[in-house]
């Protein structure tokens, strides 16, 4: 049976097998509910409407081959060459709809526990595989644009840029409510450290563009 606590006139259910409850006050600030929420919203918002453009550019390259599309800056920065590659559609179909499809469950997912949701244990199994799996497709994204295709999507970059932190603390918010079992003390380090994981990320895409474009960046490219 659930057991029920009540302090303060707040009741709060416990589901089996959805991991331990700690105090909410006990976690880190980004694992409790409300901001984990708004995280989960804001950044699946963003990646939502960057698929989203990217689903009616691409629409607009089928119709027409010689459509520019507004992110096609110059030859390294261009949007509408990167749909011409077959990396633009690795299961056989172009990859901004799997973004279109995986953001709406993260957008759904923020709204429901913004409205007092829970979520049973192996939902937040499923969440992990799949923000997971959405980071290391993306981390190969990234690889073929910078060393294979040579040329960068702005829209493309902006779902690389909220996948880090949806990643990032889905992992460290099931670490902490003991969704993904580890020791305390593990635990807590990751915990302390999300934005620190976050910010390191960040640093790292951003420095691997740079000397994949250095010739660029320094003007020795002859554009």
Known sequence: MPSISSTAGDATVRRPGSGPAPADQSLP????????????????IIGWLA???????????????????VCDVNPWISCGQVMQTPQSSVFGFPNMFIGIV???????TAMGILAGGKFARWYWLGLQAGVTLGFVFVVWLWSQALYAIHILCPFCMVV??????????????NISHGVIPLP?????????????????????VIATIFFAFIQVFVGTSGY
Do not use: C, Q
């Open 51 to 69: 698929s989203g453009t990217l689903v009616l550019e691409k629409l607009e390259v089928l119709k027409d081959p010689n459509h520019v599309t």
């Open 102 to 108: 995986a953001f709406a469950v993260i957008i759904t």
């Open 160 to 173: 690389w840029a909220v996948m880090i932190p949806m990643f990032v603390w889905v992992t460290v918010r």
């Open 184 to 204: 305390a003390g593990p635990a807590k380090v990751i915990g302390d450290a999300g934005w620190i994981i976050t910010a390191l990320l960040y640093v790292a």
């Open 29 to 44: 600030l980004m694992t409790r509910e409300r901001p984990f929420a708004w995280l989960l919203l804001i950044t699946g």
